[in-house]
C-alpha cells in the first residue's frame, strides 16, 4: 500500500523560505511522476511543481524561478524548496504520486504567507 506524508508548512513571511517534505512508502524510483499541488480555499487543486522518473521537472508559471523540487531516492522523500515566498502561494499544499495511472495522495500540509 502507497503512503505520502507531507510535513514542512507553516506560516512563513513575505520573502521568506519553506521547505515541503513528503515521504513515501515503497520505492519511487517505480513511480512515473510526483507532483506538489496547492489548494487555496475556495480553489481547486492546482498543480506547482513536478518531477519524472527521469527527473524533468516542470512547474506553474507562477513559481518559475522560486521553487525547486527534487528526490531523493535513498530517503524515499520528494522536496519542494519554495523560495521568495508570496501571499499567493498561501494554501494547502499535498503531495502526489502517479504509477500506472493511479494517483495517490498525502494528506496534505498548510503553507501560510504573511505580508
Known amino acids: 500500500q502507497v503512503q505520502l506524508v507531507e510535513s514542512g508548512g507553516g506560516l512563513a513571511q513575505a520573502g521568506g523560505s519553506l521547505r515541503l517534505s513528503c515521504v513515501v512508502s515503497?520505492?519511487?524510483?517505480?513511480?512515473?511522476?510526483m507532483g506538489w499541488y496547492r489548494q487555496a480555499p475556495g480553489n481547486q487543486r492546482d498543480l506547482v511543481a513536478r518531477?519524472?522518473?527521469?527527473?524533468?521537472?516542470s512547474f506553474a508559471n507562477s513559481v518559475k524561478g522560486r521553487f525547486t523540487i527534487s528526490r531523493v531516492d535513498a530517503e524515499k522523500t520528494v522536496y519542494l524548496q519554495m523560495n521568495n515566498l508570496k501571499p499567493e502561494d498561501a494554501g494547502v499544499y499535498y503531495c502526489?504520486?502517479?504509477?500506472?495511472?493511479?494517483?495517490?495522495w498525502g494528506q496534505g500540509t498548510q503553507v501560510t504567507v504573511s505580508s
Open positions: 502526489k504520486a502517479t504509477r500506472a495511472k493511479i494517483d495517490y
Open positions: 515503497g520505492t519511487i524510483f517505480n513511480f512515473d511522476a
Open positions: 518531477i519524472t522518473r527521469i527527473g524533468i521537472t
